[in-house]
T-cell receptor, first 112, second 114 residues
Framework: SQQGEEDPQALSIQEGENATMNCSYK?????LQWYRQNSGRGLVHLIL?????REKHSGRLRVTLDTSKKSSSLLITASRAADTASYFC????????????FGQGTTLQVKP | EPEVTQTPSHQVTQMGQEVILRCVPI?????FYWYRQILGQKVEFLVS????????KSEIFDDQFSVERPDGSNFTLKIRSTKLEDSAMYFC????????????FGSGTRLTVV
């Protein structure tokens, strides 16, 4: 089954604007994580939200989780050109085997 | 900050050849993983490894694939007879808790099978 589908697939904004990316998933989860990937590089862990949490903040990042809708959103406030990257949500299932299931990702371009 | 190190960064190999991708996980981590990302596609789980054995593997991880932790620091992925469709970016990751915390990924090995 597909898991962690994101929208939009691509987002282009001006520096200083906020960027919102959404993620949907199909099965029950232990937690949901967001990762950033700069072009051709590795994945960097940004933030983790557990299934019993609804909202979490880390610096300019705000993540929400709605387990009833099986969806999450990542908000980046006051975006910078350096935020240009692909962003992926990834879920750990409720059985917690440790496996991460990734979505297709959102490509964010922040124009200076 | 501790890093997961992967070598080589890029490997080109002929179809049918064996390749070994190497990873040095973070030293106090206990859980190790391999993922791959075919160009333009999503990151896919291959295998997880704990306590010197495979915990879980995906359908992709068939008999052509194997993993090993030959010593206290390295974690390797071997593809015995590479196919064109094995061309991808391969990422190693490690974590100190199974699924309960963030994972640290390496920068990846780009494997090109020709």
């Amino acid at each position: 089954s597909q898991q962690g589908e994101e929208d939009p697939q691509a987002l282009s904004i001006q520096e200083g604007e906020n960027a919102t990316m959404n993620c949907s998933y199909k099965t029950s989860i232990n937690n949901l994580q967001w990762y950033r990937q700069n072009s051709g590089r590795g994945l960097v862990h940004l933030i983790l939200i557990r299934s019993n949490e609804r909202e979490k903040h880390s610096g300019r990042l705000r993540v929400t989780l709605d387990t009833s809708k099986k969806s999450s959103s990542l908000l980046i406030t006051a975006s910078r050109a350096a935020d240009t990257a692909s962003y992926f949500c990834a879920t750990v299932g409720s059985s917690n085997t440790g496996k991460l299931i990734f979505g297709q990702g959102t490509t964010l371009q922040v124009k200076p | 900050e501790p890093e997961v190190t992967q070598t080589p960064s890029h490997q080109v190999t002929q179809m049918g050849q064996e390749v070994i991708l190497r990873c040095v996980p973070i030293s106090n981590h206990l859980y190790f993983y391999w993922y791959r990302q075919i160009l333009g596609q999503k990151v896919e789980f291959l295998v997880s490894f704990y306590n010197n054995e495979i915990s879980e593997k995906s359908e992709i991880f068939d008999d052509q694939f194997s993993v090993e932790r030959p010593d206290g620091s390295n974690f390797t992925l071997k593809i015995r007879s590479t196919k064109l469709e094995d061309s991808a970016m391969y990422f190693c990751a490690s974590s100190d808790e199974q699924g309960l915390g963030g994972y640290t990924f390496g920068s990846g090995t780009r494997l090109t099978v020709v």
